[in-house]
């Protein structure tokens, strides 16, 4: 921590005086190491003293240039804009080159054009002005096109002010970068007043000692950054009704309660390093029983309080002249001069230049102040200069400025900060975050926000969600809300809409919505209420069993909280207020990280180009689309546990009529194959009922005389049982009229009662006939050494799904779906259409040869199909998130949501590379050293994954953290349409994943 006074050289000797006093106490057992300690302090004394006769050398030499006037305008900070007239602009050249004021405080407008200015007027000045902004939550307080980060009050939830430092430092980042020198901030007022109109969010809150602590992490951060930060409002602005910008608010605590409260803070940064303070407008009889005098105009408060007594001795800043809380007691002319008596040393937002100069030089004239009091406030902003680096000013670089405002590192803090701030004030049973989805049932109702939002998105990637949106509040919204969410066990209420500010109107919540809450509450459901509001506003849910407090309600907070719920994130967030009878500042509850997948707008947080990926991902999806390759798709990507890139494409069909969304379902074809099959293997395997390299005879016993029965399910899960590629028989079913109207009709009956299309039903027997015609059906023929070579079979996994059967006791698509997908919270599933409307899946093709139709909820292979929509090769329907999830689940060993689904040693096993230089792992496909087949050169040798007959691709790097999804449906209309495969789509995307890492 770094003290850096800005009246006088005591900062650089203070840390030493203590080390040479010292040294003679201990000098008869001096050691090495403190030979050593010693001679290094004098060398930084010796180093230090060179840099502080360099800084007072040009503080001298610059005043020494300066008349009395031009000494006096040095101490003025005017206000400029950047979205104003070419005459505004005029009238700043004006006063900088005609009065030689000393700073700039600039407002609304653009960093662009602020930056312009910035440069034109600097090249006006004959000293380099101090640039000063309000930019308490960044620079986004007033420029447009650049980042608002959470407001302190928020920042205050955190409870962690590392992260607070962390800001700190990257608002000093954007501020030098725009040519900022000075951020009127951290607000360090303590809020203990609910009803405070100009405050409120503005305050780390009402805890005195967390607003101190969090109001040194910010200081620090920002001038360890490279610019000034300031206290304020001193001498405390928290405990107001009224809001000094239009009245004189009064403060009426004795002097005990002010310093114990009220001044705390500011003692505390003042101790540490803060370099400036801002004076408030503030009425304080206390201290100044004057009527009407505000704290910026009173000696007894400016320089016998916070000078002599508090023994602050850096920068001191008046509040804006221009406000009510001055200027309706005072004119402008006498706020000027009295400011500067009282022992102001900049007058911030002035009125009147000229005639403030005059005045303030008269005043030197007829002795209230000294020239030399005024040289003293005017070395004081040189050496604020000097620390800075306007002794050795640089142009504003303006070629690259918003990008390097904007840059992912400043977004991916304000992620960081959003979620950390999230807080479970309310907790019963300990529900969040949500475990056992398969216990759970979901449904959402957002109050005052529109469908479509990103709250309900971001849940619906963690589980199944009924979502129900009331835009506008009524009676019959929320009795239709009740019906349609009866059934649901978790019902997530986001309250929107809330008045930051508007106390007396119950912040904007209305007794309705109240009423509705309490209403779901008491018919036994788990009701969780999300108040993206004021962290007042909770008052009006302290009797909920569960609730959340977001307290903003924008993007980045709609993203964060479900991420929190769900146990993506972990949150040590606490209130930072208290909120009426029920709810206590520092009330929160700390959750941990179940290892769901997280999600980030920004993949450099985990080392990928952004630019580069997006770009080349958009280009190749366009170009399918262009050429026809697949009416759309989705690509998912996962870094590192963190879903970075989430994006679908294009439309169900050529028609154009309906867009893919990211929930839309894709019939997932062969991937069924390691997100159905090798899942439910690898839990039998965990479970010891299943010993894979046993011959299949073992479970299967009708196989004990058939040569089919002597291989052993690793070989089946290689591809290396002997078996032929195709299902038999299944194109002989409907070869000829006389087998179709055998084995299938138009009509659903006893007989005739599994659908395969609409309107057509299978014979009930076709299974039984399947299997035996598997039976019956030929190996191939073994090589010399007696083992079969590796021939891709889907019959072997049509057999892997038989085996699962008989061992589980249940057929494969109810394992998988009670054992994994409702646990993982997966809308993954064989027979999509019992559980989802046609209008959300992708249609597959249009079978012009068997089914007569378009495929759309039924599985596009015939065999599988035939099959009654469930084989170990196909039949399983996803979207992209979702298999995202379950490649994420083996890349962590199994474990997901908290939930250990196989031994980490299984999944390992049947990740691992089978055979030395083969391409096969258990059930999965790997790829190949120096091979874009089967995924690309680029990826680790432990890199595994599988592909899907209709367009789909999963593929998961073990050694670089990466998961790529891509789903499509390539043959619709027509499944000989190959273009897919010979433009290389999912080879090239795959590549620019790897290609986006940042080395």
């Not at 850096?314 to 706020?335: H, Q, R, W, Y």
């Not at 007396?504 to 919505?513: N, Q, R, Y």
């Not at 952004?610 to 759309?632: F, V």
């Not at 991937?671 to 839990?683: E, F, H, N, R, S």
């Amino acid at each position: 921590m770094i003290k850096n006074n800005l009246k006088t050289k005591n900062f650089i000797l203070t840390g030493f005086i203590f080390l040479f006093l010292v040294t003679p106490i201990f000098a008869q057992n001096i050691t090495s190491a403190q030979i050593i300690a010693k001679a290094v302090a004098e060398e930084k004394l010796r180093i230090d003293n060179i840099k502080w006769d360099k800084r007072e050398k040009w503080v001298n030499q610059k005043l020494s240039n300066l008349d009395l006037e031009q000494k006096i305008a040095q101490l003025f900070m005017i206000a400029a804009y950047s979205n104003r007239n070419e005459s505004h602009y005029r009238q700043i050249d004006n006063f900088i080159t005609k009065y030689k004021i000393g700073g700039l405080i600039f407002f609304q407008g653009t960093p662009s054009k602020q930056a312009e200015l910035t440069n034109r007027y600097q090249a006006k000045a004959n000293i380099p002005l101090l640039i000063a902004m309000d930019a308490e939550w960044g620079l986004g307080m007033r420029l447009k096109n650049t980042i608002s980060y959470p407001r302190q009050m928020v920042l205050g939830a955190m409870n962690d002010s590392l992260a607070i430092y962390d800001l700190g430092k990257e608002v000093a980042r954007q501020c030098l970068r725009l040519g900022v020198h000075v951020n009127f901030a951290p607000v360090i007022d303590v809020n203990s007043n609910p009803k405070n109109p100009v405050i409120g969010t503005r305050s780390f809150g009402e805890n005195k000692y967390r607003v101190a602590k969090n109001g040194i992490a910010y200081t620090n951060g920002m001038q360890d950054g490279g610019i000034i930060a300031t206290a304020k409002h001193f001498p405390g602005h928290g405990d107001t009704d009224s809001d000094s910008h239009y009245t004189l608010p009064q403060l009426k605590h004795d002097k005990k309660r002010l310093s114990d409260v009220e001044l705390y803070p500011f003692k505390r940064l003042f101790a540490d390093s803060v370099l400036s303070v801002m004076v408030a407008h503030l009425n304080v009889p206390a201290y100044d029983s004057t009527e009407n005098i505000p704290t910026t105009l009173s000696k007894n408060v400016v320089t016998d309080l916070l000078k002599d007594e508090l023994g602050f001795d850096g920068l001191i800043f008046t509040d804006a002249m221009n406000m009510k809380g001055l200027s309706s007691n005072f004119t402008p002319d006498e706020g000027n001069v009295q400011a500067i008596l009282a022992g102001n040393d900049v007058l911030l937002y002035p009125a009147s230049i000229p005639k403030g100069i005059a005045l303030i030089k008269k005043a030197v004239e007829e002795g209230k102040i000294s020239e030399a009091e005024i040289e003293e406030r005017v070395k004081k902003v040189l050496r604020a200069k000097y620390f800075v680096g306007l002794n050795n000013f640089k142009p504003i670089k303006l070629k690259g400025l918003d990008a390097d405002l904007n840059n992912p590192q400043a977004n991916i803090l304000n992620e960081k900060l959003h979620q950390k701030a999230v807080t479970i004030v309310r907790n019963e049973n300990n529900l969040i975050p949500f475990q056992k989805l398969d216990t759970l049932s979901f449904g959402s109702v957002v109050i005052n926000e529109k469908a479509g939002n990103e709250f309900q998105k971001m849940l619906s990637n963690y589980a199944p969600f009924e979502h129900v949106a009331i835009s506008s509040v009524s009676t019959a919204a929320f009795s239709a809300a009740k019906s349609t969410l009866s059934n649901k066990k978790v019902i997530i209420v986001g309250v929107f809409g809330v008045n930051q500010y508007s106390v007396s109107t119950s912040f904007g919540i209305s007794a309705a919505t109240q009423k509705f809450v309490k209403e779901l509450q008491d018919l036994g459901k788990n009701v969780v209420v999300v108040d993206f509001g004021h962290a007042y506003s909770l008052a009006k849910f302290e009797n909920q069993k569960h609730l959340v407090a977001a307290y903003v309600d924008n993007k980045i907070m709609q993203k964060s909280v479900p991420q929190v719920l769900f146990g993506a994130v972990k949150t040590q967030g606490r209130v930072p207020v208290s909120a009426g009878d029920k709810i206590k500042e520092g009330d929160g509850f700390t959750t941990k990280s179940l290892g769901r997948l997280r999600y980030s707008d920004y993949p450099e947080g985990t080392g990928m180009n952004s630019k580069y990926l997006n770009e080349r991902i958009d280009w190749l999806a366009n170009e399918a689309i262009k050429y026809r390759a697949t009416p759309g798709c989705q690509v998912l990507i996962i870094k590192d546990s963190t879903v970075i890139f989430q994006k679908s494409y294009g439309n169900f069909k050529y028609d154009k009529k309906q867009k893919v969304e990211n929930e839309s379902i894709y019939d997932l074809a062969s991937l069924t194959k390691i997100v159905a099959t090798v899942p439910a293997m690898m839990q039998l395997v965990s479970d010891k009922k299943i010993d894979l390299d046993v011959p299949i005879s073992t479970y299967l016993t009708e196989l004990d005389s058939s040569e089919k029965g002597k291989v052993t399910a690793r070989q089946l899960l290689m591809h290396r049982g002997g078996y032929h590629g195709n299902m038999p028989g299944w194109f002989e079913t409907f070869s000829n009229e006389t087998n179709y109207n055998k084995y299938y009709s138009n009509h659903c009956d006893e007989e005739y009662c599994e659908e395969i299309a609409p309107h057509l039903y299978a014979k009930a027997g076709l299974k039984d006939s399947i299997w035996n015609w598997v039976i019956e059906s030929p190996m191939r023929n073994k090589r010399a050494d007696g083992s079969y070579s590796y021939r891709y079979s889907d019959r072997g996994f049509y057999m892997l799904n038989q085996l699962v059967a008989r061992v589980s006791g249940t057929s494969l698509d109810y394992l998988v779906e009670n054992t994994f997908y409702n646990s993982l919270g997966l809308s993954t599933a064989y027979h999509p259409l019992r559980r989802y409307d046609k209008s959300v899946i992708v249609p597959s093709s249009v079978d012009n040869l068997f089914r007569k139709d378009e495929v759309r909820g039924i599985v596009h292979d015939y065999s599988a199909a035939i099959l009654g929509g469930v084989s170990g090769h196909a039949g399983t329907f996803s979207n992209a998130n979702d298999i995202g999830i379950l490649m994420q689940t083996f890349l962590q060993g199994g474990n997901y949501g908290g939930v250990q689904y196989f031994d980490k040693e299984v999944v390992e096993e049947f990740t691992r590379r089978q055979l030395e230089g083969g391409r096969r792992a258990l059930g999965f496909d790997m790829s190949m050293k120096g091979r874009k087949i089967p995924a690309t050169i680029y990826a680790s040798e432990n890199t595994f994954g599988h592909t899907g007959f209709t367009g789909t691709a999963a593929w998961a790097d073990a050694d670089k953290g990466i998961v790529f999804i891509f789903l499509a449906n390539r043959t619709y209309p027509d499944e000989t349409n190959r273009k897919l495969v010979t433009k290389g789509i999912r080879t090239r995307m795959l590549e620019a994943v790897f290609q986006s890492v940042i080395e």
